[in-house]
């Protein structure tokens, strides 16, 4: 496996559903991001973990919980989501020492709420 | 506040025929201003970083340029494959973050 890798693809879920995303970097970076992207909007900025400690968290609801046990996995918990949360929810990761901007991207995971 | 715009939100072409795409920015002290493409179904994936202004880039078809208030991304004689949405965020001074514009959705057909 190389670079970043997103599981599942595709998601379906109910409202009171407990699911999480999975995240897997091979880059031997030391950052990863969650990022939600919705149609015709620019990315949000979700989380950040720079060294597996929790740096950024852009007042995201509680229903979203990340994890991130070392720093080559990121997890995003989901639990009691709404419909406005269906989005394609995408992993990247980034070496911090470098170009900050210079992100590596997975394939994301499409969420859909029901 | 730091703020990206990108136009237009979609440019259809005709393959060979030339054009640009605009990213018009406001940030306080602008460290890098940063183009990604991005195929349907898939994340986006980095083309180039532009540090200061009158700096220019290439790749190919692209070449991204760089002013005090905007970027383009020029592309020339572009090919269906170039097909994709173009994302621009920049990176400031008084946040570390990147702030992204909504992306500009290139069709070229054959």
């Known amino acids: 496996e190389t670079g970043v890798t997103q599981t599942p693809r595709h998601l379906v879920m109910g409202m009171t559903n407990k699911k999480s995303l999975k995240c897997e970097q091979h880059?031997?970076?030391?950052?990863m991001y969650w990022y939600k992207q919705s149609a015709k909007k620019p990315l949000e900025l979700m989380f950040v973990?720079?060294?597996?400690?929790?740096?950024e968290n852009n007042s995201v609801p509680s229903r979203f919980s990340p994890e991130c046990p070392n720093s080559s996995h990121l997890f995003l918990h989901l639990h009691t989501l709404q419909p406005e949360d269906s989005a394609l929810y995408l992993c990247?990761?980034?070496?911090?020492?470098?170009?900050?901007?210079?992100?590596?991207f997975g394939e994301g995971s499409r969420l859909t709420v029901l | 506040e730091d703020q990206v715009t990108q136009s237009p939100e979609a440019l259809r072409l005709q393959e060979g025929e030339s054009s640009s795409l605009n990213c018009s920015y406001t940030?306080?002290?602008?460290?890098?201003l940063f183009w990604y493409r991005q195929d349907p179904g898939k994340g986006p994936e980095f083309l180039f970083t532009?540090?200061?202004?009158?700096e220019e880039k290439e790749k190919e078809r692209l070449k991204a340029t760089l002013t005090k208030k905007e970027s383009f991304l020029h592309i020339t004689a572009p090919k269906p494959e170039d097909s994709a949405t173009y994302l621009c965020?920049?990176?400031?001074?008084?946040?570390?973050?990147?702030?992204w514009g909504a992306g500009t959705k290139l069709i070229i057909k054959p």
């Open positions: 532009l540090y200061s202004a009158g």
């Open positions: 973990y720079n060294f597996k400690e929790q740096t």
């Open positions: 880059l031997g970076h030391n950052a």
């Open positions: 940030v306080s002290g602008l460290r890098g």
């Open positions: 965020a920049v990176e400031g001074d008084s946040n570390y973050q990147l702030i």
């Open positions: 990247a990761s980034s070496q911090v020492s470098l170009n900050t901007g210079e992100l590596f």
